[in-house]
């Protein structure tokens, strides 16, 4: 018994730590998704690990908790929530923790690899290479593999990553010396997409030395390329322009942002392309989650008008809530409805376009702005059907569309 028929599935990494014999890789498979792959069937002793650890694997959770406390959270040292992507709480939780002694298996973009990776912080240091989103899939094996399991850790991940490795502890009865964080999280992206984007990048400003997915630094409202009415209509969804792509390279930088039609977000963000499981087997939307805590960005009413950065933070065992009061933040009680508005509450829907998308994304010679004509086909379908809804907004949507060079 071993994961030799599992395909499309998550890409956690587990069973590749779990196993004793060493035979299991994770790869990038045709459609730009990890998953893992038995080098030699030969060796296996079909001890079953493999399969005990995948939360893919298993229609339930690892653990059925349900959200134990609620909050708004900022970090109180400011520079640290001007370099978050919200409020900076992940990266106080991390530095509570090390000082404490723990260390923190988090991620970081590696940008001679072009990918974002799990690694080992032991101090503030290096825990700082953790800050920020990263919209991208990661490699969790050489970090999840770093971790002496006699040591105390906390571990952070996409729900289904932090489901696994939750099941991969508790195999060993090592629970105890683990703090489990995981995110919000809307899917991972093909990665196909992440290397056309740095390669179109790296025209522009050379070999790429620093990226930041949701950059502060320049502001999240750019009042030099919004108009009145732009600005009005983030106001009245109350979502901050927040998603603000700032790549740094060896000749130059350039920052683009989702409300200028940036293709890598407008890519993610129309659900078209996915990994499978995203749309079919994700079950941890909203409140699900096998962690301690869950954080996130505070969109909703309460703090729209906030543009230093919210983070949520939400408490699934007293444990997480007990790191949660220690930490250098400010906390703010909430109903869990309050801090998650604005989150999914379901998975996202399969577009009949995804397959199309993904054979273009495996043509060498499509590079990433031929996706533009086919996104605005499926915008200006998702924004007419919207138009009875919210005639306004879904009305500048299709004319920014229609009036797009």
């Keep these: ?72 959270a900022w970090s109180k040292e400011p520079a640290v929530r001007r370099k978050c992507s919200s409020g900076g709480v992940g990266f106080e939780i991390g530095r509570y923790l090390i000082n404490q002694g723990y260390k923190v298996c988090g991620v970081r973009y590696n940008v001679e690899t072009n990918r974002a990776e799990h690694y080992i912080a032991t101090n503030d240091t290096e825990l700082i290479h953790s800050i920020g989103s990263k919209y991208i899939q990661s490699y969790t094996v050489n970090g999840f593999k770093a971790i002496n399991r006699k040591e105390k850790y906390l571990v952070t991940g996409t729900p289904c990553q932090i489901d696994s490795f939750r099941r991969y502890i508790r195999k060993f009865k090592k629970e105890d010396n683990f703090v489990l964080l995981d995110f919000f999280c809307h899917g991972v992206p093909s990665m196909l997409i992440w290397d056309k984007y740095v390669k179109w990048a790296e025209a522009k400003v050379g070999k790429l030395t620093y990226i930041s997915w949701r950059n502060k630094f320049i502001g999240w409202k750019d009042p030099l390329t919004m108009s009145t009415d732009d600005m009005k209509e983030i106001e009245s969804v109350n979502w901050h322009d927040s998603y603000n792509l700032l790549m740094k390279g060896k000749n130059d930088f350039f920052n683009s942002r989702l409300s200028q039609g940036d293709m ?136 920014k569309i229609i009036f797009t060079k």
């Design 1 to 72: 018994m071993n994961i030799s028929n599992i395909h499309d599935c998550y890409g956690c990494g587990v069973c590749a730590v779990v196993c004793s014999q060493k035979i299991i890789e994770i790869s990038l498979n045709s459609d730009g998704f990890y998953e893992p792959n038995i080098t030699d069937a030969s060796k296996c002793t079909n001890c079953g690990l493999c399969v005990d650890v995948c939360a893919y694997s298993h229609d339930e959770l690892s653990v059925n908790n349900s959200p134990l406390k609620s909050y708004a």
């Design 264 to 399: 890598f977000y407008r890519l993610f963000l129309s659900d078209v392309c996915l990994g499978k499981a995203c749309y079919d087997k994700c079950k941890y939307k909203y409140d699900k989650s096998a962690a301690d805590i869950r954080i996130g960005d505070l969109w909703g009413k309460t703090y729209s008008k906030e543009d230093k950065g919210v983070s949520c933070a939400i408490a699934f065992t007293e444990r997480g809530n007990d790191v949660l009061k220690q930490c250098d933040t400010q906390l703010v009680t909430h109903k869990f409805e309050v801090v998650a508005e604005g989150q999914m509450k379901e998975n996202a829907h399969k577009n009949k376009q995804r397959e199309v998308i993904l054979s273009k994304l495996q043509c060498k010679q499509n590079d990433i702005m031929s996706f533009k004509k086919v996104l605005n086909k499926i915008a200006l379908t998702r924004n007419f059907n919207s138009l009875l809804k919210h005639p306004r907004s879904s009305m500048i949507g299709i004319l």
